[in-house]
């Protein structure tokens, strides 16, 4: 992930992190979906802004050590990576729409990165 440090754009450096993930967790059969306000950020394309990704994603020894491998550490349900300033809750708080609804798939320089769709976000935003 030391390439991701020189990326400018931090929105950018998020997806692309999330598809680092993505691929390593993809081996033990596991899929992370970003849902939440950071999803909301890339279809406005920056328009809404958060720190954190929400990911949908079971609590087990393969997301801890994918997290781990990847130099992020864990606080509680967050994973934070200093030097890149990433910050990740895994999992999201349970019944995010989206974990069982359809997907959009998105590729960014190759990697693959799983979101709630678009009809989901509206819902959980007009909850929140």
Do not use: N, Q
Request: charged share 30%; hydrophobic share 40%.
């Amino acid at each position: 992930m030391g390439s991701l440090a020189d990326e400018p754009d931090p929105a950018r450096k998020r997806l692309l992190a999330l598809g680092i993930l993505t691929d390593r967790l993809k081996e033990d059969g596991l899929e992370p979906i970003l849902v939440g306000g950071v999803v909301l950020e890339f279809y406005t394309a920056g328009g809404y802004t958060t720190k954190d990704m929400d990911l949908a994603l079971p609590t087990c020894p393969e997301v801890d050590a994918a997290f781990a491998g990847l130099g992020f550490a864990r606080e509680g349900r967050y994973w934070y990576h200093e030097e890149l300033d990433l910050l990740f809750e895994a999992p999201a708080p349970a019944g995010l729409p989206g974990e069982t609804s359809p997907r959009t798939e998105v590729e960014i320089d190759g990697l693959r990165v799983v979101t709630i769709g678009l009809e989901d976000l509206l819902i959980d935003r007009l909850r929140a």
